[in-house]
């Protein structure tokens, strides 16, 4: 029987190979431009853009997508046309899972385990990636719906309203944006630890694996 009654996912970078996805996008965008772009300075640049983006006033993940797209193309001295900048809108419903997810998911939701997502996104968008899952999901909060963005508390404490008083673990990639705060809210978390970084203080999780196959075995023990 399963040790944990409901398990939630960040979506993008845990279930879904965002980084490929986001790259992949500013390289074709690009060389329509006939600019060069390095995949991991665009990575780099992306992650800081989103950051501060998302720290500034509300706005749309839509609305992020396209700043972030613009700051990331003026670090690199790219005349990018604004009218272009939605092309990392544009892209995201194609941005497919890792090899691991559907597999996991699917020996999760065998195990008797409800599944949810929290994620950085707008309802559209979400609605968009869904499509390459191979599980339903019993619960999504979006940063549209709680009008704001983990790190910051509000999807976290909307999830525990919503699930209830069950067990409840929460899985992520990022050790910023969801280790950190579970562990401030006192939430079961697993670190999804794709690419092997090091803990940020106050970022100790409960469990880490390098995939979410790790994960699965644990809760089919």
């Given amino acids: 029987m399963a040790a944990y009654d409901f398990i939630t996912f960040d ?131 979006t940063a549209q719906q709680v009008r704001s963005y983990k790190p910051r508390h509000a999807h976290f404490l909307a999830a525990r309203e919503r699930i209830g008083d069950v067990q409840w673990l929460h899985a992520a990639e990022s050790n910023f944006h969801d280790v950190v705060p579970t562990n401030e809210l006192a939430i079961a978390n697993a670190w999804i630890n794709r690419k092997g970084e090091a803990q940020l203080p106050g970022g100790k999780p409960r469990y880490e694996f390098a995939d979410l196959t790790g994960l699965a075995a644990l809760i089919e023990r």
Avoid: M
């Fill in 11 to 141: 979506c993008y970078g845990t279930l879904i190979d965002w980084e490929s996805g986001i790259a992949n996008a500013f390289i074709e965008a690009a060389a329509a431009d006939g600019i060069t772009l390095d995949r991991d300075a665009i990575l780099r640049a992306y992650a800081n853009a989103e950051r501060a983006v998302e720290s500034d006033e509300w706005r749309s993940y839509r609305d992020v997508l396209t700043e972030s797209a613009i700051r990331v193309a003026q670090t690199f001295g790219w005349p990018l046309d604004p009218k272009r900048a939605r092309f990392l809108v544009d892209s995201l419903p194609s941005w497919t899972p890792f090899a691991d997810t559907n597999p996991s998911l699917e020996r999760l939701r065998a195990a008797g385990t409800h599944l949810g997502i929290l994620s950085n996104t707008d309802d559209g968008l979400i609605a968009a990636t869904r499509k390459h899952f191979t599980v339903p999901f019993d619960l999504v909060i």
